[in-house]
């Protein structure tokens, strides 16, 4: 199972970016997921996390801003990160549950997608 994170970019300080992570094959599907993010010489730090009952919580630099959600449909993981700043730059990655005809399948980490911040 590969999960391939896209939707990084360079872009203004209060601006929008929507990252997306999907299983690499349609049998899976996304449980839980976290997205995680890694700024230069720093260490990687949670954002978000969904659990697979829906319940969502944030890291506080980012609550009110970000926002991570699941389209079982497209089997795909979302965040929705607003009002972007400066200190948002990072590679972001997601690391997610995956299920299988209701079976669990195991947790992997996306190959991550650098998001940059700046005017």
């Known amino acids: 199972v590969q999960l391939q994170a896209s939707g990084g970019g360079l872009v203004q300080p209060g601006r929008s970016l929507r990252l997306s992570c999907a299983a690499s094959?349609?049998?899976?599907?996304?449980?839980?997921m976290q997205w995680y993010r890694q700024a230069p010489g720093k260490q990687r730090e949670l954002v978000a996390h969904?659990?697979?009952?829906?319940?969502?919580t944030y890291a506080d630099a980012v609550k009110g801003r970000f926002a991570i959600s699941r389209d079982n449909a497209k089997k795909t993981g979302y965040l929705q990160m607003n009002t972007l700043k400066p200190e948002d730059t990072a590679v972001y990655y997601c690391?997610?549950?995956?299920?299988?005809?209701?079976?669990?399948?195991?947790?992997?980490w996306g190959q991550g997608t650098q998001v940059t911040v700046s005017s």
């Open positions: 690391y997610a549950t995956i299920v299988s005809r209701g079976e669990r399948w195991g947790d992997y």
């Open positions: 969904v659990t697979s009952g829906g319940s969502t």
């Open positions: 094959e349609s049998i899976f599907s996304i449980d839980a």
